[in-house]
């Protein structure tokens, strides 16, 4: 599974390009956009003209989710409101950010995935270590699938343990090249350790 996120900023003509320019190398793109219901509005209406709607994954706004009939929601790190969500929704994919051990057991066998980390040094949690690697060892021991992020680039992609699901990011996704590198370099990886 390869999860693009946006970037927190206010929706745009550079945002909707970017996520139509990996559309063929991705499985989701998690809109976690910095505006208002109406501009995500236009902008996910805008979006399901250009990419398969089936890609498209609301972030923590299920009332978006209703209003455009879509099928997949992503949850900030809220445990409660992600369970409840999936228990009245069974038919709703339904991930979340996941940044403990004891956040992954409690949404094992319920949820249909996690994203985890940071798994590697990255900018965007500077003086934050990342996750220690008993820690992402006991979580890639439960069933839910889960989804490495933080820090994953052409450099660090050789060491991702290969029992993640699959690779998320946001910066990753905003230069093709380096994305196109990754995901082949994964794909690569996991083919070789069956």
Same mark, same amino acid.
């Given at each position: 599974?390869? &999860?693009?996120?946006?970037?927190? +900023? ?21 809109? %976690?956009?910095? =505006? ?21 994954? +609301? ?18 790190? !809220?445990?409660?409101? =992600?369970?409840?969500?999936? %228990? ?9 950010? =996941? $940044?403990?051990?004891?956040?992954? %057991? !409690? ?5 249909? &995935? ?17 996750? %220690? ?5 006991? +979580?890639?021991? &439960? ?14 992609? $050789? ?11 946001? !910066?990753?996704?905003?230069?093709? =090249? ?10 690569? !990886? ?5």
């Amino acid at each position: 599974m390869i &999860y693009m996120i946006t970037p927190f +900023v206010s929706p745009n003509h550079s945002v909707l390009q970017s996520i139509i320019d990996v559309e063929a190398s991705i499985d989701g793109v998690i809109l %976690r956009l910095d =505006a208002n219901d109406d501009e995500i509005d236009e902008f996910i209406n805008a979006l399901k003209q250009s990419i398969d709607v089936s890609k498209i994954i +609301v972030h923590n706004a299920p009332h978006l989710l209703d209003k455009h009939q879509l099928k997949r929601i992503h949850f900030k790190e !809220r445990i409660d409101d =992600a369970l409840l969500f999936k %228990r009245q929704h069974p038919e709703i994919s339904v991930g979340m950010s =996941a $940044h403990s051990i004891q956040s992954v %057991r !409690r949404i094992n066998g319920i949820l249909d &995935y996690c994203i985890f980390g940071h798994v590697f040094p990255t900018t965007s949690k500077q003086g934050l270590p990342p996750q %220690r690697e008993s820690v992402i060892q006991e +979580v890639l021991n &439960y069933d839910i699938p889960v989804i490495a992020i933080g820090g994953i680039d052409e450099n660090t992609i $050789h060491d991702l343990n290969i029992k993640f699901s699959g690779l998320s990011g946001i !910066r990753l996704f905003q230069h093709k =090249a380096v994305l196109e590198h990754v995901i082949k370099e994964w794909l690569l !990886r996991n083919s070789t350790s069956l």
